[in-house]
């Protein structure tokens, strides 16, 4: 019976490479002077203008992007997209999340100052692994902008029987309106992993 279901998995795999080649398509479309050409990043095309001449073009991504929200701003690894999402009531949630687990993520809120909800958004996000075990340590930290502005929270890490993860959950806020930031990596993903936090701590931009 497995090798009845490998037989038709790979067969589906066959026809949909098949198909994929047939219709080459392209993540990306170039547009030069009025003429279009589907081109995916690190390759080479050769586009006829107009005019009858040739030009060969190259499209190549760079290893990092900025990100900018309303009231803030920092760096990404270009290979990784940060989606918005509308939580109600004033609040928007920009999430960056690797293959791996590793996660950044921006909460705006535009009504409350959002600095004393960093236990409550560590308590969330640790819960399943304190429930399964898990245990749960923690201290106060505070990050200093470049532009003099303090974030302040709590650093964590929940260990399990099998791994462990960091967390980093500070916030900066006004009178009715504020941000709260939050990154979390695995222990055995910080080798390659890293960079990512550190960029996005790095590059951190407050606008309020």
Do not use: C
């Not at 081109?39 to 990092?64: H, M, Q, S, W, Y």
């Not at 502005?149 to 009178?175: C, H």
């Amino acid at each position: 019976m497995r090798m009845r279901l490998a037989a038709a998995a790979f067969a589906m795999m066959i026809l949909g490479a098949g198909s994929a080649r047939a219709e080459d398509l392209k993540a990306f479309k170039l547009t030069i002077d009025g003429v279009a050409i589907e081109i995916d990043p690190g390759e080479d095309a050769n586009v006829t203008l107009p005019g009858g001449k040739t030009a060969k073009v190259r499209l190549d991504r760079n290893d990092f992007a900025t990100f900018s929200g309303g009231t803030f701003s920092f760096v990404h690894p270009s290979s990784i997209s940060v989606t918005k999402t509308d939580l109600g009531d004033s609040i928007t949630q920009y999430l960056a999340a690797s293959a791996l687990g590793t996660i950044v993520v921006v909460q705006e809120y535009g009504k409350m100052n959002p600095v004393s909800l960093d236990q409550l958004m560590l308590q969330e996000m640790t819960k399943e692994s304190v429930q399964a075990g898990g245990t749960l340590t923690q201290e106060p930290t505070s990050r200093e902008l470049p532009d003099g502005k303090q974030l302040t929270g709590i650093k964590a890490t929940v260990k399990t029987r099998t791994d462990k993860a960091d967390f980093e959950i500070v916030g900066f806020g006004l009178a009715d309106q504020g941000l709260l930031f939050i990154t979390r990596i695995g222990d055995q993903d910080a080798a390659t992993e890293q960079p990512m936090i550190d960029k996005f701590w790095e590059t951190l931009k407050v606008k309020l």
